[in-house]
Nanobody, 122 residues
Framework: QVQLVESGGGSVQSGGSLRLSCAAS????????MGWFRQAPGKERERVAT???????AYADSVKGRFAISRENGANTVSLQMNNLKPEDTAMYYC????????????????WGQGTQVTVSS
């Protein structure tokens, strides 16, 4: 069955870095757009970064220049490198996937991981 499993979350000081990874168990992984979303207490889940089947990337304004999403199709993984972390980055981070035909524009995922917590202290 479809499964997305995140790893790499944890606690870090402001200015530090973390790298999140997502292992995907999905047939035809290379035909899915992948993304990272996050949700902090009391806030709506928001899009952090996405990457298409053509390796085109998009980022939330709040993380541009600090975060980088990448995918490794041979390993069925997607990663999120997070640099210069700030307290406002504290949230549960979710890996997500959407079939290529429906991930143009602001897509909402059809598959979600269980989430991994990122906590940034000042």
């Amino acid at each position: 069955q479809v499964q997305l499993v995140e790893s790499g979350g944890g606690s870090v000081q402001s200015g530090g870095s973390l790298r999140l990874s997502c292992a995907a168990s999905i047939a035809s992984f290379s035909r899915y757009c992948m993304g990272w979303f996050r949700q902090a207490p009391g806030k709506e889940r928001e899009r952090v970064a996405t990457i298409t089947t053509a390796d085109s990337t998009a980022y939330a304004d709040s993380v541009k220049g600090r975060f980088a999403i990448s995918r490794e199709n041979g390993a069925n993984t997607v990663s999120l490198q997070m640099n210069n972390l700030k307290p406002e980055d504290t949230a549960m981070y979710y890996c997500a996937a959407q079939w290529w035909a429906f991930c143009s524009g602001s897509w909402w995922p059809q598959y979600w991981g269980q989430g991994t917590q990122v906590t940034v202290s000042s």
